[in-house]
């Protein structure tokens, strides 16, 4: 999953280059790691046609460690208010002190629903559960819960 998380920061920088009815994207997002919140200090999204997926990042930035969030998803959304169906376009990333956790839609690590979509204004929100497991040992695990983001997004190529 790191390649592709490499692949989204790298989409997302283009992001404020491309035609888009929103020149700034920002939002919010928000969910419990375990015993911990997280909420995050800058929250972006894109759509990409050529990959046919919506992609959200969101990052906190604090002095000791930046955590990140990466949430794709195949577009467009074919549920509303309700769990979206398994699909290997439906992922979450979660990483914090060194640790990507990854969480799959098709192994029923990741729910996901989408509360409100507006693909004029291009805004989209959601909320989320997932267990993720670290890359590197799948013994590791974090459960999030209570996941929230509201975001504008812009449309690439």
Not at 59 to 73: E, G, K, L, W
Request: glycine residues 8%; hydrophobic residues 35%.
């Amino acid at each position: 999953m790191k390649y592709r998380v490499a692949a989204f920061l790298l989409f997302f920088s283009f992001a404020g280059c491309s035609k888009s009815n929103n020149n700034s994207p920002s939002g919010s997002f928000s969910a419990t790691i375990g015993p911990t919140s997280y909420q995050g200090t800058t929250t972006l999204g894109a759509y990409s046609y050529g990959l046919g997926e919506l992609a959200i990042v969101s990052y906190s930035q604090r002095t000791n460690d930046t955590s990140a969030f990466q949430v794709t998803m195949p577009w467009p959304a074919k549920a509303f208010n309700q769990v979206l169906p398994a699909d290997t376009l439906l992922t979450l990333s979660y990483t914090a002190k060194g640790t990507e956790y990854d969480a799959w839609s098709t192994e029923d690590q990741l729910q996901l629903t989408i509360t409100s979509i507006d693909s004029i204004g291009h805004k989209i929100a959601g909320s989320f559960t997932a267990t993720g497991h670290s890359a590197a040992n799948f013994n590791d695990s974090v459960v999030i819960t209570n996941g929230k983001f509201s975001t504008s997004y812009n449309v690439n190529p």
